[in-house]
């Protein structure tokens, strides 16, 4: 049997995505370094800037769209490095609220300069930034509805 899948465009456009993606990743993970923060974490620190200090895990995960423990795992290591505190709300019994530390503060404000991401995007336009977004966004709500459709049974 031979599949020539290199033939059809939908394929190499998969193809191109993930490895745009993978390349993107690498990219931020370098200079995400310099600040010993994940990926994940930099956008942990952006979600709970965004939202305000003494949200609750819960609130944090449905931000970053994330399960909730896969979050909560996560805030606990980001609490080990000093970024964030939890602490019991005594508002709300048996939830958490989630600041962060100074030392989470200052992270946050330095990775959010993106500066690598620019790099890769600078040889692009407004508009077709702006027409790139807009065709991702497009390929999101598809294979959503897809998503949908497989887990509905229909």
């Not at 456009?13 to 994940?38: C, F, N, P, T």
């Not at 790099?119 to 790139?132: D, I, Q």
Request: charged share 25%.
């Amino acid at each position: 049997m031979n599949i020539r899948l290199y033939g059809d465009t939908d394929y190499r456009l998969l193809l191109l995505l993930g490895r745009a993606g993978d390349m993107l990743s690498k990219v931020r993970r370098v200079e995400l370094d310099q600040y010993h923060i994940s990926p994940i974490e930099a956008l942990a620190l952006f979600c709970i800037s965004e939202i305000g200090n003494g949200e609750t895990p819960a609130e944090v995960s449905r931000k970053m769209r994330r399960r909730h423990n896969t979050v909560t795992a996560l805030l606990g290591r980001m609490e080990k490095k000093g970024l964030l505190t939890r602490t019991r709300n005594a508002e709300r019994n048996g939830t958490w609220r989630i600041d962060l530390t100074a030392k989470g503060e200052v992270i946050c404000r330095q990775a959010v300069s993106l500066s690598s991401v620019h790099g890769v995007m600078s040889n692009f336009s407004e508009g077709e930034k702006l027409e790139l977004e807009s065709y991702l966004k497009t390929i999101c709500d598809n294979a959503n509805v897809q998503l949908n459709k497989a887990t509905m049974g229909d």
